[in-house]
């Protein structure tokens, strides 16, 4: 019996490309994740530092998904277009 993937990701949303780009590079200065979701991501995830808790494949968006998992873990992605605009994605955690 194949056991489903599981992932913790957070990420941060914001509505314009050039707004995450500046963030990602705050992040690669070693600004705090979660600080920055926290002030500056529009979705309701942002309260929590960006964290979008355990997530299974099939979850998110198509775009968001492969990211989550297909991409490295504890590297900052994007920014990635979706239909709620820019996200700056990071997986914590994969199995």
Do not use: N
Not at 59 to 87: E, N
């Amino acid at each position: 019996m194949k056991v489903m993937a599981t992932a913790l990701a957070r990420h941060i949303l914001v509505s314009s490309k050039d707004e995450a780009e500046k963030l990602k590079q705050r992040l690669a200065k070693g600004e705090d994740f979660a600080k920055l979701a926290k002030k500056h991501s529009s979705c309701k995830s942002g309260r929590r530092g960006g964290d979008l808790g355990e997530v299974r494949p099939g979850q998110m968006v198509k775009a968001i998904d492969q990211v989550i998992f297909k991409k490295p873990v504890l590297t900052v992605h994007g920014p990635i277009k979706t239909q709620f605009g820019f996200h700056l994605v990071q997986v914590v955690f994969r199995d």
